[in-house]
């Protein structure tokens, strides 16, 4: 019989299979010849200790026992070209993921998306870092993939429900991601890697009789009686349905203020902002890992913290190990910072989102805009932030302690922001109690991790995007808007998801949901 073994390894003992077999052998006390296989089935590091360990889950077969190797297959699509038509709006995980669904369940997608396909994407993302010009319809949150194609490609998710998230991750690996994935325990794929996954997700929606169209922006929702009827788009051309998934992000500001317009019940939602703070990647393995140099079988450290500062939770957000800090707006006139990796996270510097909890409270000064009241204080500071920085891609950036003493750096050294940094008091882009709380903040942090308080780390403002700041309602039960029959709002800009595992998640639940209304298995 296989037996499963729970074991904590060397870090070369983990990545060499034949120092592996000899542990598991002198652990279960057979010479090595007897041992046929070995499954690792989860891997994590431990970096508690000074000697750094690797904790490992395996199957270990012997000979005479029954050992196959696990081949993660593509679901059974069927052919949906002539079946009843949901149109999807949205090419981000929530949207594909809920395309793939709806194949399954025998109706057709129509998938419309604003943005470029994956490819034509990068020409827009190259426009502005070198050039300053942000496409309102071709950027890093907008495109095929959504927000997360150019990212790092993290997968992890505080979902409880396992069997969802390994639905999800298994899925990804039969549209060709790693296997690692499934065993890693915070696994991510890395943006030179994710544009093909999604390319071809999109070849199997489009082969299974499903259609994607790209530079199609819905400019207006049809609704009769309460009830959706299609959508418009910017040429004019309108698409007819009576199921619509709405999976636009959270930076479709002109899909939440055009559901305000058209009286769709929408709520302002909290979420969280602050800064995207870079260190050079050495010094975050030397923090983590306590040891000078972090040699070649650990990857770049990553890290997470969190503290309560000021009665509010400060922590760091969508942290890139070995990565860059990229412009993220989606309008001219804004800059928004968030940040990507490759696969391999091997760049010079590590960045981190350092975001504190807002409350619906903090958004009073723009009471008038009611369910758009977040929405209007994220775009004042990602505005003042624009202007401050000199009306540019370029963003406001200060020295980490320089920060904590309101003092304005002398200079700003180079760093990964491909658009470049202009020296300002942050204290300017951000109201006052966000200033001091972020200043505490990073204090109390260096007490945490010794040496992350440093002049060598270089904040750069704002991190803003980090959710949605507005709530389409729905029904817990069957996921259609409270009050429009026929609209599932979805993934993350409805407010149902936070990352790419639980948007595909989400993506997946709302068609099931269409599914068993038309009675569809
Ligand atoms: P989105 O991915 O935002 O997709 C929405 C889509 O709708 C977009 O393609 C948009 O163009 C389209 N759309 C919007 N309006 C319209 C319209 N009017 N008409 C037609 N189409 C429209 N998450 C992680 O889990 N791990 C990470 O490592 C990670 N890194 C990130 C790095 C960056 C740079 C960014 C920007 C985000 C990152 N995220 C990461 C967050 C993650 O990308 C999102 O949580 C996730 O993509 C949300 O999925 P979604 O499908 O709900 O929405």
């Known amino acids: ?22 542990h598991v052998g002198k652990l279960l006390k057979v010479a090595n010849s007897e041992i046929q296989h070995i499954t690792i089935l989860k891997r994590s590091i431990d970096a508690r200790q000074k000697a750094i360990k690797i904790n490992l889950k395996l199957t270990v077969y012997m000979q005479g026992d029954v050992f196959q190797e696990q081949q993660i297959q593509l679901p059974d699509y069927p052919n949906v070209a002539n079946e009843q038509e949901v149109i999807v709006v949205g090419a981000g995980p929530a949207g594909l993921f809920a395309a793939l669904q709806l194949i399954e369940l025998g109706l057709k997608p129509i998938v419309v998306e604003r943005g470029k396909d994956v490819r034509g994407r990068r020409r827009d993302l190259k426009a502005i870092n070198r050039d300053h010009l942000v496409n309102k319809d071709s950027n890093y949150c907008f495109g095929e993939g959504g927000a997360g194609t ?11 429900k396992r069997g969802d998230v390994t639905r999800i991750l298994e899925l990804l690996v039969a549209y060709g991601a790693t296997p690692d994935i499934l065993v890693d325990a915070h696994p991510h794929i890395g943006t030179n890697k994710l544009p093909q996954i ?27 009686q309460n009830e959706i009827q299609g959508i418009v788009t910017q040429t004019g051309q309108t698409i007819t349905a009576n199921k619509l998934i709405l999976a636009t992000g959270h930076s479709a500001r002109d899909i939440y203020e055009l559901l305000g317009r058209k009286k769709i019940f929408i709520e302002a939602k909290p979420f969280a ?3 995207r703070a870079e260190h050079p990647q050495s010094l975050i393995d030397s923090i983590q890992y306590s040891c000078d140099y972090r040699g070649e079988l650990l990857p770049p450290a990553p890290y997470s913290i969190v503290k309560q500062v ?18 993220c707006a989606t309008s001219p006139g804004e800059v928004v910072t968030n940040g990507w990796s490759p696969s391999k996270r091997d760049q010079v510097t590590a960045n981190s989102g350092i975001v504190i909890e807002l409350k619906l409270e903090d958004f009073k000064p723009y009471a008038k805009f009611g369910a758009l009241a977040g929405l209007e204080f994220q775009k004042s500071i990602e505005q003042k932030a624009w202007h401050l920085a000199g009306e540019s891609q370029k963003v406001p950036a200060q020295k980490m302690i320089d920060f904590t003493k309101s003092k304005v750096s002398s200079e700003i050294p180079k760093t990964s922001y491909v658009p470049g940094t202009t020296s300002v008091e942050l204290g300017q882009v951000f109201p006052g109690f966000l200033t001091q709380i ?17 002049n060598d780390a270089i904040l750069h403002a704002p991190e803003s995007r980090t959710s ?15 009050q429009i029959k026929g609209l599932y709002p979805c993934g993350e800009g409805a407010g149902y998801a936070g990352g790419i595992i639980s948007a595909a998640i989400d993506g997946e639940k709302c068609a099931l949901m269409i599914g068993a209304i038309l009675n569809k298995k």
Request: charged residues 25%.
């Open 273 to 275: 902002l602050g800064v």
């Open 150 to 160: 150019y990212s790092d490609g993290k997968l992890y998710t505080r979902s409880k």
């Open 198 to 224: 999604i390319q071809d997700i999109r070849d199997k929606i489009i082969e299974c009789g499903g259609q994607v169209l790209f530079e199609t922006r819905v400019t207006d929702i049809l609704v009769k």
């Open 310 to 327: 000021g009665g509010r939770g400060m922590y760091s957000f969508c942290m890139c190990p070995g990565g860059v800090i990229a412009p």
């Open 438 to 454: 972020l200043r505490e903040g990073f204090t109390e942090f260096g007490k945490s991790m010794k040496g992350y308080l440093t």
């Open 468 to 482: 949605s700041p507005v709530r389409i309602p729905r029904d817990a039960i069957t996921y259609e808007h409270l």
């Open 1 to 22: 019989m296989p037996q499963e073994l729970l074991i904590q390894v060397t870090p070369e003992t983990a990545a060499n299979e034949s120092l592996l077999k000899d």
